[in-house]
Each structure stands twice: as structure tokens, then as C-alpha cells.
């Protein structure tokens, strides 16, 4: 039995073959090298409709988990599998990969939990491992500070109306301060990410995250990350895309 003190992510797309997995893998070690108590499980909403979809899971996304380091995981050799109530019951979060793919499938299949979904806007293409990866760091950052989940957007279909509007609550974001360092370092200089709520693991795997945007070096050294070069402007641009508040510090 799940031990309740760990919540539950439930990530839905429509085949459960290529977006929901690989979201749900890269959850699950996101989150666990940051200390979160949460666990994450996918599921696809119609999986007849992929009738095209050969083996357990997308090439593609394998692929992508692999380069990350993350492989012999057990779930990647299992076969998709269909959305069930139960599966809606038992989840504390719920995500559906594409607003206007899949909103029309939850009011049609599952109208009572339509309105409680959290709605990212990921096309089923090959760029969408990229932006997957931004919407889990985001959704991470906004665990940690216990924050509340989007308001999926109006969906006119010929099964449901479109939901009321409702008040938005502005949640707490935390802050990081963003630097910049050339004393000492024979003007080679680097950028500094500090303040941020992460332990160790969760720190070496943001910074892993913002070398592979900025596309160079960088490290994790005394509690703060540290990239090679002048890099405020994108990594104040892929911090806020995660969801923290960035204050630029220094000149």
C-alpha cells in the first residue's frame, strides 16, 4: 500500500507511449534527487487510437532518458497503460500533457475530474522532450514551495461548457540571486545562481539543466552554481521559465 506521507503525480497523454512516460521517468528522479515527497505514474486516455505505436515506449524518449543517465528503469520496459477512475482517486496532482488534445477526452471519459487537471501545452512532436523537461523543473520548483496548480484554460466543446472564471491566486516563489564573478578567475569570469532551496543532489541536477541551456561549463561549489561566462540574461530566463523569482545582485 502507498505510504501516504509520499504524494502521487499522475501524468496523462493520449497514447501513454512517448509524453506522459518520459515525463513521468524524469519526474520521478527530478524529484527524488531533490528530496521531494512525491511520486510520479502515467497513463494514456485513449490508448486505441495508437495503433501506430510499436513495443513499450517511443524510441525517441528512451533515448532522451538515456542521455540523462537514467536507464534500467524498470518502467521503461512496461507496456502503456489506460486511465482508469481509480487512477484519478488515488493521484494528489494531476497533469494532461496537451490542453486542447486531451481536455475534450477527460469531458468526454472522465468529466468528473476535467476541472481538476492541470493543463500543459506540449505537442505530440520531437520537440517536446525539451519543453517536458522545462514543465517538470517548473512543477518541481513549485512543489517545494507548495504551490497551486494552473487553471486549465476554456475549452468550447459540444460535451461541456466552459468553466467559470475563477479568482487566480499568486503563489510564493522562491527567490534566487543571480551574480557575476571575475576577481581572481584571470577574466574569465563566471555567472552564480545562489539562495537556491535545493540540497546537494538537487542542486548538481539544475546545474546540469543550466549548462545544457547555456551550452557550457560550470559546477556546484560551497551550496551555489557557478557557469563559465557572462550568462545572466539566459539563466535568469530559464530560472524564471522553472518558476523562481530571479534578483540580479553585483554588477
Not at 66 to 77: P, S
Request: hydrophobic share 40%; charged share 30%; aromatic share 4%.
Amino acid at each position: 500500500m502507498r505510504q501516504r506521507h509520499e504524494k502521487t503525480v499522475l501524468f496523462l497523454c493520449t497514447g501513454n507511449y512517448y509524453r506522459s512516460r518520459f515525463a513521468e521517468i524524469l519526474f520521478n528522479s527530478v524529484a527524488g534527487k531533490m528530496g521531494l515527497p512525491w511520486r510520479a505514474s502515467s497513463r494514456g486516455l485513449a490508448l486505441e487510437r495508437g495503433v501506430h505505436n510499436v513495443g513499450p515506449m517511443a524510441g525517441a524518449a528512451v533515448n532522451a532518458l538515456e542521455a540523462r543517465g537514467l536507464r534500467g528503469i524498470a518502467d521503461l520496459a512496461r507496456l502503456p497503460m489506460q486511465v482508469t477512475a481509480d487512477d484519478f482517486e488515488v493521484a494528489d496532482w494531476i497533469v494532461a500533457l496537451k490542453e486542447a488534445e486531451h481536455l475534450p477526452l477527460l469531458h468526454e471519459r472522465f468529466p468528473a475530474w476535467a476541472e481538476k487537471v492541470e493543463c500543459w501545452q506540449v505537442d505530440d512532436a520531437p520537440e517536446a522532450l525539451a519543453l517536458i523537461e522545462q514543465e517538470v523543473m517548473d512543477l518541481a520548483a513549485r512543489l517545494i514551495v507548495g504551490g497551486k496548480r494552473r487553471e486549465a484554460q476554456a475549452i468550447a466543446t459540444e460535451t461541456a461548457a466552459p468553466p467559470a472564471k475563477k479568482e487566480v491566486v499568486k503563489t510564493s516563489a522562491p527567490v534566487v540571486r543571480l551574480g557575476r564573478e571575475t576577481k581572481g578567475r584571470r577574466g574569465k569570469g563566471v555567472t552564480t545562481v545562489t539562495d537556491l532551496p535545493l540540497d546537494e543532489a538537487g542542486l548538481l541536477e539544475l546545474a546540469a539543466t543550466l549548462k545544457q541551456r547555456c551550452g557550457t561549463g560550470g559546477t556546484v561549489r560551497e551550496g551555489r552554481i557557478e557557469i563559465q561566462g557572462d550568462q545572466r540574461d539566459r539563466l535568469a530566463a530559464a530560472l524564471e521559465s522553472m518558476g523562481y523569482r530571479v534578483k540580479r545582485v553585483g554588477g
